[in-house]
């Protein structure tokens, strides 16, 4: 198993000057501060950061890793107001800084930018949006001082006592006149016990004005254009092709630079989990995974998923304890959603509170309204179908049954329980016939319950 570099937290106290007149200098720089997401192919927010608005067409800068990897990309000023993010003007991923353009008719705020040199000792405040996937919430404002810089091959970055918390990435970092010096990007720790205040990174202003092409990309354009060198949009590529061996390999070395990406642990998690069910090592691995996800909620106590995977991997783990703790705050987080409800139910399923786990269920079938969930439907009925005839001695899950294969015939776990179902109450028949639609599928299939039989359906169904 690799060795992986798992976050600690770990309790620091603010070092910081007081700033005169801090107050009027924040209402000056914030509404400049963007919220940024990264959306993906389920149109769902897959990750979030800060940017920082420099000119007032909508010109602004970011971190090139926040931006990495994306497909589709909105923003939302201080107001709630919402832009798409369509275009790339100029990068550099050596000083991770990134120039995009909102699309916009209207003038925004925006920061003033400044190359005057910043000595150790001098104070400054960063301002970002940190509060994860919600829309909800004004920005953060911390403040600290220049402890110092650091020379990263051949780039300068600025050290700060200033907390930059995840979400914070890509935000801006004001000196005592309210003028822009830095643009906010992560730390410097190398071990993640060395994860503390005094090591926050920041890439000067002064490498703006080094983003001087106009690339005009597209944001697609973009990603074809790192898609073969870039770490992390390699890393997703091999993930959503569900090679997750060479996936695990390049989040971990985009940890290494990048330990406080909530999402790269929340995916690294996941390749662990997807690899790792059917393997003789598979605990270790799976609590490997458990790890990650640990990790992507400590960073972002909001993000969803983490939870979500958390509670599924705690099942497979026979923590119950556990699976309930997860699966219980993710649906705290998302109560009026096909997600938020699915979790529930699959946990009382799993503890065999059949009736809880009907009701969440069918909360989860009523949410469902995305085109994307309703590809997932046909399971929803399946996991549906499953609780009532363990609950019920009747034919009250033959209705679920059939609308799953309805809306999936193919679905090969629907046509082996469908059949048990049939079997178990005596319809041998029919039972049969959904067996031999199986066997056609998937010859290989082997159907769980029949015992000695269970591959050998001449002997069932003659």
Same mark, same amino acid.
């Not at 120039?99 to 400054?124: E, H, P, Q, W």
């Not at 994307?372 to 399971?379: C, E, S, Y």
């Not at 090969?412 to 029919?430: A, C, H, P």
């Given at each position: 198993?690799?060795?992986?570099?798992?976050?600690?937290?770990?309790?620091? &106290?603010?070092?910081?000057?007081?700033?005169?007149?801090?107050?009027?200098?924040?209402?000056?720089?914030?509404?400049?501060?963007? *919220?940024?997401?990264?959306?993906? =192919?389920?149109?769902?927010?897959?990750?979030?950061? &800060?940017?920082?608005?420099?000119?007032?067409?909508?010109?602004?800068?970011?971190?090139?890793?926040?931006?990495?990897?994306?497909? #589709?990309?909105?923003?939302?000023?201080?107001?709630?107001?919402?832009?798409?993010?369509?275009?790339? @003007?100029?990068?550099?991923?050596?000083?991770?800084?990134?120039?995009?353009?909102?699309?916009?008719?209207?003038?925004?705020?925006?920061?003033?930018?400044?190359?005057?040199?910043?000595?150790?000792?001098?104070?400054?405040?960063?301002?970002?949006?940190?509060?994860?996937? !919600?829309?909800?919430?004004?920005?953060?404002?911390?403040?600290?001082?220049?402890?110092?810089?650091? &020379?990263?091959?051949?780039? *300068?970055?600025?050290?700060?006592?200033?907390?930059?918390?995840?979400?914070?990435?890509?935000?801006?970092?004001?000196?005592?006149?309210?003028?822009?010096?830095?643009?906010?990007?992560?730390?410097?720790?190398? $071990?993640?016990?060395?994860?503390?205040?005094?090591?926050?990174?920041?890439? &000067?202003?002064?490498?703006?004005?080094?983003?001087?092409?106009? #690339?005009?990309? =597209?944001?697609?354009?973009?990603?074809?254009?790192?898609?073969?060198?870039?770490?992390?949009?390699?890393?997703?590529?091999?993930?959503?092709?569900?090679?997750?061996?060479?996936?695990?390999?390049?989040?971990?070395?985009?940890?290494?630079?990048?330990?406080?990406?909530?999402?790269?642990?929340?995916?690294?998690?996941?390749?662990?989990?997807?690899?790792?069910?059917?393997?003789?090592?598979?605990?270790?691995?799976?609590?490997?995974?458990?790890?990650?996800?640990?990790?992507?909620? !400590?960073?972002?106590?909001?993000?969803?998923?983490?939870?979500?995977?958390?509670?599924?991997?705690?099942?497979?783990?026979?923590?119950?304890?556990?699976?309930?703790?997860?699966?219980?705050?993710?649906?705290?987080?998302?109560?009026?959603?096909?997600?938020?409800?699915?979790? @529930?139910?699959?946990?009382?399923? $799993?503890?065999?509170?059949?009736?809880?786990?009907?009701?969440?269920?069918?909360?989860?079938?009523?949410?469902?309204? !995305?085109?994307?969930?309703?590809?997932?439907?046909?399971?929803?009925?399946?996991?549906?179908?499953?609780?009532?005839?363990?609950?019920?001695?009747?034919?009250?899950?033959?209705? $679920?049954?059939?609308?799953?294969?309805?809306?999936?015939?193919?679905?090969?776990?629907?046509?082996?329980?469908?059949?048990?179902?049939?079997?178990?109450?005596?319809?041998?028949?029919?039972?049969?016939?959904?067996?031999?639609?199986?066997?056609?599928?998937?010859? !290989?299939?082997?159907?769980?319950?029949?015992?000695?039989?269970?591959?050998?359906?001449?002997?069932?169904?003659?």
């Amino acid at each position: 198993m690799k060795k992986l570099l798992f976050l600690c937290l770990i309790p620091f &106290s603010i070092i910081g000057q007081n700033i005169s007149n801090l107050p009027n200098l924040i209402q000056k720089c914030d509404p400049s501060i963007i *919220k940024i997401y990264t959306i993906n =192919s389920q149109n769902n927010p897959e990750k979030q950061g &800060s940017g920082v608005i420099i000119n007032a067409d909508g010109t602004g800068i970011t971190n090139f890793h926040v931006l990495a990897g994306a497909k #589709k990309v909105i923003a939302y000023d201080l107001n709630g107001n919402k832009y798409d993010l369509n275009t790339i @003007l100029d990068y550099n991923e050596e000083t991770d800084l990134i120039k995009f353009k909102l699309t916009t008719n209207k003038r925004l705020s925006y920061a003033k930018i400044t190359n005057d040199a910043i000595t150790k000792g001098s104070s400054v405040f960063a301002i970002g949006f940190p509060n994860g996937f !919600s829309l909800d919430g004004e920005s953060t404002v911390s403040t600290g001082i220049i402890s110092g810089s650091r &020379s990263i091959n051949n780039i *300068k970055f600025i050290q700060t006592t200033t907390p930059i918390t995840h979400g914070s990435s890509g935000g801006g970092l004001f000196n005592v006149n309210g003028n822009l010096c830095g643009i906010t990007s992560g730390t410097f720790a190398e $071990d993640i016990k060395d994860r503390h205040a005094n090591l926050n990174k920041v890439i &000067s202003s002064s490498y703006i004005n080094d983003l001087s092409q106009n #690339k005009n990309l =597209s944001i697609i354009d973009f990603y074809n254009e790192i898609r073969n060198t870039n770490i992390y949009t390699q890393a997703f590529e091999f993930y959503d092709n569900a090679n997750f061996n060479e996936a695990e390999e390049l989040f971990i070395k985009h940890l290494k630079m990048f330990p406080d990406d909530a999402v790269a642990w929340f995916r690294l998690g996941n390749c662990y989990t997807q690899r790792c069910y059917h393997n003789i090592e598979s605990r270790a691995c799976l609590e490997n995974a458990i790890l990650c996800y640990k990790n992507a909620i !400590s960073l972002d106590s909001t993000y969803f998923y983490p939870y979500y995977q958390a509670a599924i991997t705690s099942i497979y783990l026979e923590d119950q304890y556990q699976s309930e703790i997860y699966a219980k705050t993710a649906y705290n987080l998302q109560p009026k959603t096909s997600e938020g409800n699915y979790i @529930l139910g699959y946990y009382y399923n $799993d503890v065999q509170d059949y009736n809880k786990s009907i009701f969440y269920f069918t909360n989860a079938i009523n949410y469902t309204s !995305s085109d994307f969930d309703k590809a997932k439907l046909h399971n929803l009925y399946l996991e549906r179908a499953i609780a009532k005839s363990l609950l019920y001695t009747d034919f009250s899950a033959d209705s $679920d049954y059939r609308k799953c294969l309805e809306l999936n015939p193919k679905n090969q776990n629907g046509l082996s329980n469908y059949g048990m179902f049939l079997y178990n109450r005596d319809d041998k028949k029919n039972a049969c016939i959904i067996w031999n639609k199986l066997k056609q599928i998937n010859p !290989s299939y082997n159907i769980p319950g029949l015992g000695e039989l269970r591959s050998n359906l001449s002997k069932v169904c003659k």
